[in-house]
C-alpha cells in the first residue's frame, strides 16, 4: 500500500512515499523559505541577454534570477514569468515567459505560488493516504487534499528516520556494488565499485536501484557513471540497460551514451534542489539544530553557530515561531564569527 509520510519539525516537513517498506520518492518543504518553483511573478528586466538566451530579472522580494526568452527585452520593463527551476548548485532561480496578469502592476509582485512538495508528490500518488503528524501543518495544505489526510503522532519511525537521513550519505550499496556520490555545481559524478570482482551482468543489476537512488535524492543535470569492473569496449553496451531502469522516472531523462573514457552519461531535468544540498546547507543544519532541541527536550537552550547557521535562522521566522509554538520558548542565539560555516553546539 502506498503512503505519503510528513514529518514535521520547526520550518519543515520531511517527506516520503513508501510502498510498504520500499521508498519511492522523498522531498523536502519548508513554508518559511520556499523554494518558488512553478511560483508566477512580475518581475522588472534588469539587464538583456540576449547573447545568453534571456534576460537577468529582480522579483518582488529583491532576489534575481534569468528569464529564459527569445523575446526583446527593454531594461526596466514588467514581464509575467513562471520559475521553472529552483535556485541550486550555486546557480539561482530560471524563470520563463507567462501571462502577464490584466490589472496593471508598477512593481515586481508575486502572484501566485507553484504548488508545494507535499502538493507535487500528493498529484503524482492521487490514491495515497497522506499521513502527517501536526495539525497546523495539515491546515496549510489546499482542502482538496484534506479527506486524504490522516493523523499521526509520529509520521517517521526509526527505521524512517535513519532511510531518510541516509540520502544526504555520498555512499549507497547497489546490491552487490557501491556507488559513491560526488556533486559538483556542474555535475554529479557517481563511481560504482566493489571488493569482489563486478562484470557485465553485476552492472545491469544494480541500474534499477541506482535510478532509484538518484530519483529520491533528486540528483539533477549532467550525471556520469563509472561502472565497475566492465572494460572501456563494452561500455555502449550497457546504455540500453540504464534506459530501462529510468523508465518510470517522472523527470525527464535523457541517457545521452558513453563518453570515449567509458562514461555512461545522462541528464535530469533540473527542479528542485537535490536533497543534500537541502540537508547539508546552513538553513538544513539549523533546522536540524532545533530539532534536536524538540527531541530532546532541552529547556534554557543556547545555541551557539556559526555566521551562516545563525543568519539562516533569522532568515526564517517561520521556523522561529514554531519552534516557539512546540516548545512553549524560544531558543537563545548566540554568533561565533570565528567557527567554520556548519559548525554549532548546545549549550
Not at 65 to 89: H, M
Not at 100 to 116: F, I, S
Not at 142 to 157: T, Y
Not at 263 to 273: G, I, M, S, V
Amino acid at each position: 500500500m502506498i503512503e505519503i509520510r510528513a514529518a514535521c519539525s520547526p520550518g519543515e516537513v520531511r517527506i516520503v512515499v513508501t510502498d510498504h517498506d520500499t521508498l519511492l520518492d522523498a522531498a523536502i518543504w519548508r513554508p518559511g523559505l520556499a523554494d518558488g518553483l512553478d511560483d508566477w511573478h512580475v518581475v522588472r528586466v534588469q539587464a538583456p541577454a540576449p547573447a545568453l538566451g534571456g534576460a537577468f530579472v529582480t522579483l518582488a522580494d529583491g532576489i534575481g534570477g534569468f528569464l529564459s526568452t527569445r523575446d526583446a527585452l527593454t531594461q526596466g520593463s514588467l514581464v509575467g514569468a513562471r520559475v521553472v527551476r529552483s535556485a541550486q548548485n550555486g546557480k539561482g532561480l530560471r524563470l520563463k515567459r507567462a501571462d502577464m496578469p490584466t490589472e496593471p502592476y508598477t512593481a515586481p509582485a508575486l502572484l501566485r505560488r507553484g504548488p508545494t512538495p507535499l502538493e507535487e508528490l500528493a498529484t503524482r500518488y492521487p490514491d495515497a493516504a497522506i499521513i502527517i503528524d501536526d495539525a497546523a501543518m495539515a491546515a496549510l495544505l489546499p482542502v482538496s487534499l484534506r479527506p486524504r489526510l490522516q493523523r499521526s503522532l509520529q509520521a517517521f519511525d526509526a527505521t524512517l528516520e535513519a532511510d531518510f537521513q541516509g540520502l544526504g550519505a555520498s555512499e549507497v550499496e547497489l546490491g552487490a556494488l557501491t556507488a559513491s556520490i560526488f556533486p559538483t555545481p556542474a555535475l554529479v559524478a557517481i563511481d560504482m565499485d566493489s571488493a569482489k570482482s563486478p562484470d557485465f551482468k553485476t552492472n545491469i543489476e544494480s541500474f534499477p536501484e541506482l535510478a532509484r537512488q538518484i530519483r529520491l535524492r533528486n540528483l539533477s543535470g549532467t550525471i556520469l557513471v563509472d561502472p565497475a569492473g566492465v572494460k572501456t569496449r563494452k561500455r555502449p553496451a550497457l546504455v540500453s540497460f540504464l534506459q530501462q531502469a529510468f523508465i518510470q522516472d517522472p523527470l525527464r531523462t535523457e541517457i545521452l551514451g558513453a563518453t570515449p573514457s567509458g562514461l555512461l552519461e545522462l541528464t535530469r531535468l533540473r527542479r528542485r534542489p537535490p536533497l543534500h544540498e537541502l540537508l547539508s546547507s546552513a538553513h538544513g543544519i539549523a533546522l536540524a539544530a532545533l530539532r534536536r532541541i524538540l527531541q530532546e527536550n532541552r529547556k534554557g537552550a543556547t545555541l551557539t553557530g556559526s555566521i551562516a547557521i545563525i543568519r539562516a535562522l533569522e532568515a526564517d521566522p517561520v521556523a522561529m515561531e514554531d519552534f516557539v509554538s512546540r516548545h512553549g520558548q524560544p531558543v537563545e542565539l548566540i554568533l561565533n564569527p570565528d567557527a567554520p560555516p556548519a559548525s554549532w553546539s548546545l549549550s
